[in-house]
């Protein structure tokens, strides 16, 4: 196995992701950010932070496996929420699982991290997600 995630006794738990990835592929894949956007531009889910979610981690399946990847392969996913505050958890949260099985995303996830910002490139993205993967 390329990419092992887990987390050790006496770090913070429960939390949706893991804490640690080991990998010891040679091949590295890197997903740039991925919106709520079809391949043909059109939004998905405008104002529907679940939906918008889901939808990013939708196309972030579609580059992985572009690349010969899933999501088993990725070491680390960053996501990006617009205005975040800790009551938007939940929805966040809901757009992940809505889609993790669709997607072969195993929960917990793979080391992530959430990071607000104010605004992302266009004014109905409300989250960007990257991955960074590993394969032999």
């Not at 009551?87 to 992940?96: L, S, T």
Request: charged share 15%.
């Amino acid at each position: 196995m390329t990419v092992q995630h887990f987390t050790p006794e006496g770090m913070l738990q429960p939390v949706p992701y893991h804490h640690i990835a080991v990998g010891t592929g040679t091949k590295h894949v890197h997903i740039s950010g991925q919106v709520a956007r079809q391949a043909d531009g059109i939004p998905v889910a405008p104002g529907d932070l679940a939906g918008q979610v889901a939808q990013a981690l939708r196309n972030t399946a579609v580059g992985l496996a572009g690349a010969g990847a899933s999501f088993a392969d990725v070491l680390r996913l960053t996501f990006y929420v617009t205005r975040w505050s800790p009551e938007r958890i939940g929805d966040f949260m809901a757009g992940v699982e809505a889609v993790a099985d669709e997607i072969g995303l195993r929960l917990p996830m793979p080391p992530a991290s959430l990071i607000g910002v104010e605004y992302l490139f266009e004014p109905d993205i409300l989250v960007e997600v990257e991955a960074t993967a590993l394969l032999d």
